[in-house]
């Protein structure tokens, strides 16, 4: 071990000759930072696209941040093609925000000695910019906590996991991109230089190496591999077996035809036996030509039809494509009112649960007029098990998981 | 005599310009991620940083300056099955320390149970690959040493 020249190690992390680790430099930081503004701005896209699958300009229900105000300005109508598109951009975002952990811990390390500069601002820009660096980790640590947290079912954050995660992406957001406009040009030029310039990163008095930066950037991307191979599974029922760690891995909660994720059980959301028995369970539809109200049988003796659809969860996990059998949206909005193909209005659709965050929620007319838009009494040739649903739920191409409401009671088909 | 206070200097008038920017859009979000709790919330932004940068990495940082102590110059065959096992844990300890084991079991309808015993798995194999690269690279280099060396 390399000993300074007669003198005691640096104790203080103000002083230079504290970091000694011979890893630290531009050129680490550069090539971490370049993985994370590639990784982030996808992080950042599909986030934002998740929120506009909720369609949440539709309905009050549909919106868990009714506050938004101009951070809304890009939302759009959900489309319902291609049907596996809500399944891709949650798998991406979850699974990339897992992959990218790693990747983020080195970039902090490697620029740590920067928190510990003397004197703490060399002028107001300076000073303004550290209080940024303040919003931008305390943000990306805070936004893949929440994250992390939030699929791990782990509710410690202090509120409702929605705006936490929405409006700290845009507090993160707004501090990554000055730090991307104010630190881009160095990191590119870094980069592309041959020799390394020196710069604070650069230990005065480095320790002796016990690993290349090549071989550190190679274990970081380890790092992110493993994370990677063991939750990636979870986004498919063939691949679930791989997902070790995953939430939604490495098994499926059954066997036989009902035998996959389940985002919400019977029983946990309040569903008694005594409501969805034959005797009891009615389906109400609502239209403005009036009210009709249904039997499973009833239900039964219209014109069934099957759509292959999986089951994607904003927790990032999904099932493959279940072979889904039932009664077209667009054939109940018939039923009261709505004949003309053209002309099919939005759904207002209401569970039986008795608590939950989306109990109730609404469909747009794209959605409701889709073919494969089907309200489901079977799946995968057998009825739909109680925890799948029972007596009916509703199946969406590309819609979020939990748009498609289980233990349906009643539908109220018009423009919302 | 008044005791001079020394100013600060302006710094770059683009780059006060662009942060100004950014607090403001910062700001305009933060006002609606404080809509709440604001206390907490807060603290658990700050908090998540204060904790990364002199709680987390100078724990890191001692273990791997510790661990160098004691494995010389074969300290990666540690190092890295010993940070990829950590790095799951700290990713997934929900789930691995049952802490929330009862929700997961009545939300999923999965077994809470396999978590800890998988994690222990893998680090297992972490830990038993790295030992079978050591022994490989030893008993390779000792063939490809002459024995007049020693």
């Known amino acids: ?86 399944r891709l951009n949650q798998g991406v975002h979850v699974t990339l925000g897992l992959t990218l952990i790693p990747v983020l811990l080195a970039k902090l390390w490697s620029v740590v000695p920067r928190l510990f500069t003397l004197p703490p601002a060399r002028s107001v820009a300076h000073a303004l910019e550290r209080l940024s660096l303040l919003l931008l ?96 599974g979870q986004n498919s029922d063939s691949l679930r077996f791989t997902a070790l760690l995953a939430p939604h891995g490495p098994a499926d909660p059954g066997d036989g035809p009902n035998g996959f994720q389940i985002n919400k059980t019977a029983a946990r959301a309040g569903i008694r036996p005594a409501d969805t028995d034959d005797e009891a369970w009615r389906l109400v539809v609502v239209g403005r030509g009036g009210t009709v109200r249904l039997s499973r049988a009833e239900l039964l003796a219209m014109e069934q039809h099957s759509a292959a659809l999986p089951i994607a969860c904003v927790e990032g996990w999904s099932t493959s494509d279940q072979w889904w059998r039932g009664v077209r949206l667009r054939d109940l909005a018939a039923l009261v009112g709505y004949d003309d193909p053209d002309t099919v209005p939005d759904v207002f659709v209401e569970s039986l649960q008795q608590s939950g965050a989306f109990r109730r929620a609404a469909l747009r007319a794209n959605q409701v007029a889709d073919p494969r838009s089907l309200l489901a009494l079977g799946v995968n040739g057998e009825d739909l098990s109680p925890d799948h649903g029972y007596p009916a739920r509703i199946i969406v191409p590309a819609a979020p998981g939990v748009l498609n409401t289980k233990w349906v009671a009643k539908l109220t088909f018009g423009d919302l | 005599m008044r005791p001079r206070i020394p100013t600060l200097p302006l710094g770059s008038p683009l780059q006060i310009l662009l942060l100004a920017c950014s ?128």
């Not at chain 1, 000694?20 to 971490?32: A, D, E, I, N």
């Not at chain 2, 403001?24 to 404080?34: F, K, P, S, T």
């Not at chain 2, 273990?63 to 110059?73: M, V």
């Not at chain 2, 999923?108 to 798995?121: E, H, I, K, N, Q």
């Open chain 1, 137 to 232: 980790v305390g943000g990306a640590l805070f936004e893949f906590v929440t994250g992390v947290f939030n699929v791990q079912l782990n509710y410690v954050f202090p509120g409702s996991f929605y705006p936490l995660h929405f409006y700290g992406a845009w507090v993160f957001f707004a501090a990554f991109l000055v730090h991307t406009a104010l630190k881009l040009p160095t990191a590119l030029r870094n980069l592309r230089q041959i020799r390394e310039e020196k710069n604070d990163l650069v230990p005065v008095n480095p320790a002796e190496p016990t690993v290349s930066r090549r071989g550190a950037l190679w274990f970081v991307g380890g790092g992110s591999a493993l994370l990677f191979a063991t939750s990636v």
């Open chain 2, 23 to 150: 607090f403001a859009l910062a700001g305009y979000a933060g006002v609606r991620l404080l809509d709440g709790d604001w206390f907490e919330i807060a603290l658990w932004f700050v908090g998540a940083a204060v904790l990364h940068d002199v709680v987390l990495l100078p724990l890191y940082a001692a273990a791997d300056r510790a661990l160098g102590r004691a494995a010389g110059r074969h300290v990666m065959y540690v190092r890295v099955p010993a940070a990829l096992s950590a790095l799951l844990l700290l990713v997934w300890f929900p789930l691995i320390t049952g802490q929330v084991a009862d929700r997961y079991r009545s939300v999923t309808a999965l077994s809470p149970d396999g978590f800890l015993a998988r994690w222990l798995l893998i680090t297992a194999v972490l830990f038993g690959g790295s030992a079978l690269l050591f022994v490989l690279r030893l008993r390779r280099a000792a063939k490809e040493r002459p024995p007049t060396v020693h």
């Open chain 1, 1 to 86: 071990m390399k000993r300074s020249l007669g003198r005691s190690p640096e104790r203080s992390p103000f002083s230079p000759g504290f970091w000694r680790s011979p890893l630290r430099g531009p050129w680490l930081t550069s090539v971490l930072g370049m993985v994370l503004l590639g990784g982030i701005t996808v992080l950042f896209v599909t986030g934002l696209l998740s929120y506009a699958a909720y369609n949440p300009d539709l309905a009050p229900v549909n919106d868990k941040t009714p506050d938004k105000g101009i951070l809304g300005f890009y939302l759009f109508s959900w489309p319902t093609d291609p049907h596996w598109l809500y």
